[in-house]
């Protein structure tokens, strides 16, 4: 019920914008955040947005990536800038639907509903 997109290669120092949709017949989530999860590597928290508009971001991104929410479309993106190799992973758009804020239980990789995931992938 969540789809990922705008996944792709991209050299250091790029940008890339990735969007998340929610869709369903009885019930449409909207994405809370983004984690990631490189090759070899546990899954770990990108960042997030609250209920509110609140956002938060893990400090390997912080200044470098935005998260950003169209309620109306129920659709949730990731704008990064300036990418580094490290950032090389498969991208999942989640939802945490029983935390006060959408965002608490992402940071512990959990969540309600998971996306698929699209691949970033960035080259030197």
């Known amino acids: 019920q969540l789809a990922e997109s705008g996944g792709g290669v991209v050299q250091s120092g790029g940008s890339l914008t990735l969007s998340c949709a929610g869709s369903g017949s009885a019930f449409r989530p909207i994405g809370t955040g983004w984690l990631r999860q490189a090759p070899m590597k546990e899954r770990e928290f990108v960042a997030g947005i609250s209920w509110s508009g609140g956002t938060y971001y893990a400090d390997s991104v912080k200044g470098r990536f935005t998260i950003s929410r169209d309620n109306a479309k129920n659709a949730l993106f990731l704008h990064m800038n300036n990418l580094e190799p490290e950032d090389t992973a498969l991208y999942y758009c989640?939802?945490?639907?029983?935390?006060?804020?959408?965002?608490?239980?992402?940071?512990?990789?959990?969540?309600?509903?998971w996306g698929q995931g699209t691949q970033v992938t960035v080259s030197s």
């Open positions: 989640a939802t945490d639907l029983q935390s006060w804020n959408g965002v608490e239980r992402l940071r512990m990789g959990q969540a309600d509903y």
